[in-house]
């Protein structure tokens, strides 16, 4: 029971998001014009990509560290990437694209993501 409710929650936050983030868009493109907002909407998805990367990378690369190590070398090539690239990303921007790179891969390819990890 406990459990279809909480899937039906998810399901609910799965609808509701995008459409929020599409009225947020929105709203954006009419306060900034839709030049800016495209060059935030594409640094936003670069920054994204460029997290994804770095978790996939770490998780590959250095199978046999433990959770923080591996977080502490996601950050540091996910702030390398950013400089690189001419993008600004804080401690905090990084610390949030890097778990949420991680809970969407996770959820995508589910258990064979801890084949991947080497367990």
């Known amino acids: 029971m406990h459990d279809a409710v909480l899937r039906l929650l998810y399901d609910i936050i ?3 998001v995008p459409i929020l983030v599409a009225y947020l868009v929105a709203w954006i493109q ?7 907002v495209q060059k935030i909407i594409y640094e936003l998805e670069t920054k994204k990509e ?11 690369a250095y199978k046999d560290l433990g959770g923080p190590e591996k977080y502490e070398r996601a950050a540091e090539w996910l702030s390398d990437m950013s400089d690189y690239m ?12 890097i778990e949420a790179a991680l809970k969407e891969l996770k959820a995508q390819f ?7 990890k080497g367990e």
């Open 30 to 36: 009419k306060k900034l014009g839709s030049e800016k």
């Open 86 to 97: 001419g993008l600004d990303l804080t401690p905090e921007e990084i610390k949030a694209l």
């Open 110 to 116: 589910g258990e064979a993501w801890d084949e991947i």
């Open 50 to 60: 460029l997290a994804r990367i770095a978790v996939m990378f770490v998780q590959q």
């Open 14 to 16: 799965a609808v509701l």
